[in-house]
């Protein structure tokens, strides 16, 4: 099964994206814990608050389920991800990447590799712990890197770990009612993203506010979402366009060079654009996205 190729799917939604937190390492004696380096705050570093339940299923806060905590290293300026346990812990780290949409990439390579433990080569350190690389199946390389840990058999338990949390990270992904970006693959080679409002009835599609530009890639549309968050709190980034007088207008939300990022369906009263460009700007910001 290739959950790469599910990512790229209509049904996959938006990833959750969280800021570090404290991890009690009691709950795991046998893991030997690393400091991290502190991570850069930002338009990318944000806990969700998206405990209220809706009808229909109730939206799984973060501190209930695995996710994935996206940032950028001030200093090297590369990008770095970790994958979260439900209770905070580091259970997989990645390399360094150039650009956020390699990281981003490398997320949905972790995604698609974890799922099969063949995929983890589990190796003793001179010092004689114990850690674990994740590796891709097409061509080898590593994709990320475990703890250390005191024995081989806490290794082992680790690997586990970080394969029921992706499963677990996937299926809240591809089931999530909140309001999220959606990553849509309209044909090959042709991604982009949505923003989705909350589900309020359960069957009933949600409201699609706005649709981006099309990609070529499932991780440079989720670099379109990232841009989009980062762009929302400025009102001058949207504006209302009338198509046709009086009858046809669109909201357009536009980067800071004025591209394009994305825009609203057409809509049939300058009230009905200016309700939903009010509607887009205070959602975003609520929006979680890894």
Known sequence: MMIKKFFMGVTFAGFI???????DESSDPDVEVVEEEEEEEGPGVIVPDQNDEQEGQPIVPVEQRAYVDLYKNADEGDYYFNVKSANHQTILSSEGYSSRTAALNGILSVMENATDAANFDVLEAADGKHYFNLTSAGNGSIIGTGQRYATLQGANTGVSAVTSNCANWVEFQATRNDAHFKIVESAPGANHFELVEAEVTVGVAAVVLMTSNSVATPES?????????????????????????????KVIMKKGNGQVLAESEILTSQAAADARMAAIMDLIPTVSLL
Do not use: H, K, P
């Open 17 to 23: 994206f969280s800021s570090s937190a404290c991890v």
């Open 221 to 249: 549309a989720w670099n379109g979402a990232f841009s989009a968050f980062e762009n929302a709190a400025d009102a001058s980034r949207f504006e209302v366009e009338e198509i046709t007088a009086g009858t046809e207008y």
